[in-house]
């Protein structure tokens, strides 16, 4: 195959094969807000900053030119305010302590200190190991049982055992879930071992995240700290110092882990000695909401969202001395794809039974927190949204052949897409890579938690593929890298199908009578039951 390089407004994009057709449908168009989105002079568009609001103004602005109404609560905007919190490094430490006596854990090799819980100043507790600290009632799975939790911090490998369904796995996996039973059984504390099997990125590129600042919503009702007071993400090439003198190595737990088999769960005779020093400050960043009414006259009230991320994570620490996070594919790609959707659908002057809701979120990189206000606090009727369309980070770094939906299986929204998508030629898949996890961790699930029916999109490739090598290779690489630039290769071609594609999507959810329902075996369906 013919491989063509295209110089746009200074950056270098590969396109695979011979595009055909105009700007709309090649990709330039899409390609040129990515441009405005990750270029250096947005810094990388951390959430709150000023960086992430020229990005959010630009959105807007392309919504209005593309004929978008403004939904926010305050024209396009939906403010939404944070409690901001960053470590003073030098000035914290852990350590384990054992027989009285100390042993230092280094910060940002040994361990690092998570802020997404306010820690507490000082604290020092006993550990306990509790295998994935999972608790699943629907098959009495209670990683928790049998062990006296009360004042303590629960050390668990992250990720759960494969006799856990994928979506049932992720669900109870999240902060959220796991959360609610750790308080429970009246936890302190948590101490994560990284599972290799979930690491998108080498530990000591994802261990600069420490630096970054973290955030929770302002929101009261919206707190998901369920009391804990501190939290510490371990190191698991380094993880054999906290399980010393239990009579189990990181290897032996690790390999398990590896292979999703079930975890024992066993005291530590050790305690972890904490002291955090944080800087605290208060943050407001906006949502961006656009809307295009829909012609039916009953439908019309029923709004079919589209949604994707704006922010990311900003000015780190230099990697090959490049200080600036660009973005560009996480998530200036999804950004782009939904202004592209606006421009098309203005400009084939579309009519559509149902409202589309252009929503652009921010603070996703901080834990889902601008779709978790939105969908809490949604600027339409909360029982009115009827589908969540989520577009994160979705790769088309080759040929569009396939297309991976993460919730296929879980509502008719699957069936309406096959429809949409096999007619073409493109193959529909399921998540294949369930222990990643990223059913959660993605805005979709912000709505899903509300009992919206919602999928995910990705550019897919089939295991051991050429084009997984390249997936698998990226995220080594570039995933929240400065790497992720305007200087990467990408498949102008394949964003250009995939956004013509993601287009009929909605339309097709738009125009279709019924409302989308879960599937009656999905655990999700009871989200909308309200019975959780």
């Known amino acids: 195959m013919k491989l063509r390089w295209l110089a746009l407004a200074g950056a270098a994009v590969i396109v695979l094969g011979a595009p055909r057709g105009d700007s709309h449908a090649d990709g330039k168009r899409w390609w040129s807000h990515i441009v405005f989105l990750a270029d250096d002079k947005l810094e990388g568009r951390n959430t709150g900053s000023e960086g992430y609001r020229k990005a959010a103004v630009y959105v807007a602005g392309e919504f209005e030119r593309a004929g978008l109404k403004p939904a926010g609560s305050s024209g396009y905007m939906q403010p939404v305010k944070f409690h901001s919190r960053k470590i003073v490094e030098e000035q914290s430490s852990l350590a384990l302590v054992r027989n009285g006596q100390a042993e230092p854990l280094v910060l940002g090799e040994d361990a690092t200190i998570g802020l997404r819980v306010d820690p507490a100043e000082s604290l020092e507790a006993p550990l306990a190991f509790v295998g994935y600290g999972l608790t699943v009632p629907e098959l009495k799975l209670n990683d928790l049982a049998g062990q006296d939790l009360k004042g303590k911090i629960a050390v668990y490998v992250s990720g759960g055992p494969a006799s856990i369904p994928g979506p049932l796995s992720s669900h109870y996996q999240s902060a959220a879930e796991r959360g609610k039973f750790l308080q429970r059984a009246g936890v302190v504390g948590v101490a994560v071992i990284v599972n290799p099997l979930g690491m998108d990125i080498p530990w000591a590129r994802s261990a600069l995240a420490r630096f970054q600042p973290s955030m929770s919503l302002a929101a009261s009702e919206l707190d998901e700290a369920f009391g804990q007071r501190l939290a510490v993400t371990i190191n698991p090439e380094r993880a054999d110092k906290i399980l010393a003198g239990s009579g189990h ?284």
């Not at 024992?264 to 050790?270: G, I």
């Not at 570039?478 to 305007?486: F, M, V």
């Open 249 to 532: 190595t990181a290897a032996e737990i690790l390999a398990l882990a590896k292979e999703r088999k079930p975890l024992p769960t066993f005291s530590l005779p050790a305690s972890l000695k904490a002291k955090v020093t944080v800087e605290r400050s208060e943050a407001e960043s906006p949502n961006v909401v656009g809307l295009l009414p829909g012609t039916d006259s009953k439908l019309k009230d029923e709004y079919v969202v589209l949604s994707a991320h704006l922010d990311h994570i900003g000015v780190g620490k230099p990697i090959n001395g490049d200080s600036i996070n660009n973005g560009a594919m996480d998530n200036s790609a999804g950004v782009a794809t939904m202004i592209e959707i606006a421009q098309r659908l203005r400009e084939s002057k579309t009519k559509l039974r149902r409202s589309l809701l252009f929503t652009i979120v921010c603070g996703e990189e901080k834990g889902l927190l601008g779709s978790r206000f939105f969908a809490t606090h949604p600027t339409v009727k909360p029982d009115h949204i009827v589908a969540d369309l989520n577009v994160d980070m979705f790769l088309p770094l080759f040929p569009l052949r396939i297309l991976t939906l993460l919730g296929l299986d879980e509502s008719d929204l699957g069936k309406t897409v096959r429809s949409v998508v096999e007619p073409t030629g493109v193959t529909v898949q399921r998540d294949l890579e369930p222990a990643r996890n990223v059913f959660v961790r993605s805005d979709q699930y912000s709505f899903i938690r509300q009992g919206i029916p919602a999928l995910a999109f990705k550019v897919g490739y089939t295991p051991g593929s050429p084009e997984e090598a390249i997936v698998k290779k990226w995220l080594t690489d570039r995933y929240h890298a400065p790497s992720d630039d305007l200087q990467q290769p990408v498949d102008l071609k394949a964003a250009g199908e995939f956004n013509g594609l993601l287009q009929r999507i909605a339309e097709a959810v738009a125009n279709q009578t019924a409302r989308p329902r879960w599937n009656d075996d999905s655990f999700f369906r009871r989200f909308a039951q309200g019975n959780l």
